[in-house]
């Protein structure tokens, strides 16, 4: 019987824990992004104030916030009571976060999440990267090989 109990108390948590949260952002992730691509984000809130909202990231050379939205009021319909899009750009191929923070009336921070970006090449750059790769060893060999050769023809002459 104290097992059921514990289940149904843990249970009751989580309920309540879903019920204080207070906002989201959609999507919650931006996952394997090409680079050189632009994408919105948006974020819903059930606060009873926001005035301003801010997003950062933590490398600028992987990601760069390129606009934050105006804070909306929700329609008496919905069930949330702002919203807001904010648009990211994949610069470079990497992992960064973006951290989100809505303020209230006073200044005061009333609700942060960090979503999780990650940017990969796209394949004509990736392509691209391997030719100019290749090419840059082969010059190399082909220097080295000439310089072993410009070496024994000058150690034969003296």
Do not use: C
Not at 21 to 43: C, D, F, K, S, Y
């Amino acid at each position: 019987a104290a097992l059921t109990a514990q289940v149904f108390d843990q249970e009751a948590e989580a309920k309540e824990d879903e019920r204080r949260e207070t906002g989201v952002v959609e999507p919650t992730a931006l996952m394997q992004v090409m680079e050189g691509t632009q994408h919105t984000l948006t974020w819903y809130s059930s606060l009873p104030s926001v005035a301003n909202v801010t997003a950062t990231v933590e490398d600028e050379v992987v990601a760069a916030v390129v606009e934050v939205g105006e804070v909306l009021p929700g329609a008496p319909t919905d069930n949330f009571t702002y919203y807001g899009n904010i648009t990211i750009s994949a610069l470079f191929i990497g992992y960064n976060k973006l951290h989100l923070s809505l303020y209230d009336d006073r200044h005061l921070v009333v609700w942060e999440r960090a979503v999780d970006i990650s940017v990969v090449l796209s394949y004509q750059h990736l392509a691209d990267l391997f030719t100019l790769l290749v090419g840059i060893l082969i010059i190399v060999f082909y220097i080295n090989m000439g310089a072993t050769i410009n070496l024994e023809v000058v150690k034969n002459i003296i």
